[in-house]
């Protein structure tokens, strides 16, 4: 993303397991889909290869 004003809003996340202190866990962020300004991105973070949690974005350009 450019650099510009933004505002980015969690519209729904969920934890599928718990994780804890020292755990390592990678995120892998998708951009879905694009509509005028709105960009919506699903985030997935694992850890061992697993799903932990799940999100979805919505950033939003205040530039337009």
Same mark, same amino acid.
């Given at each position: 993303?450019? !650099?510009?004003?933004?505002?980015?809003?969690? $519209?729904?996340?969920?934890?599928? &397991?718990? !994780?804890?202190?020292?755990?390592?866990? $990678?995120?892998?962020?998708?951009?879905?889909?694009?509509? *005028?300004?709105k !960009?919506? !991105?699903? &985030?997935?973070?694992?850890?061992? *290869?697993k799903?932990?949690?799940?999100?979805?974005?919505i950033? &939003?350009?205040?530039?337009?």
């Open positions: 993303l450019s !650099i510009r004003r933004q505002r980015q809003m969690c $519209i729904r996340d969920r934890y599928k &397991v718990p !994780i804890r202190k020292g755990d390592t866990v $990678i995120a892998h962020a998708e951009i879905v889909k694009v509509r *005028g300004n !960009i919506f !991105i699903w &985030v997935k973070t694992l850890r061992e *290869g799903e932990v949690f799940r999100a979805k974005f950033v &939003v350009s205040l530039d337009q």
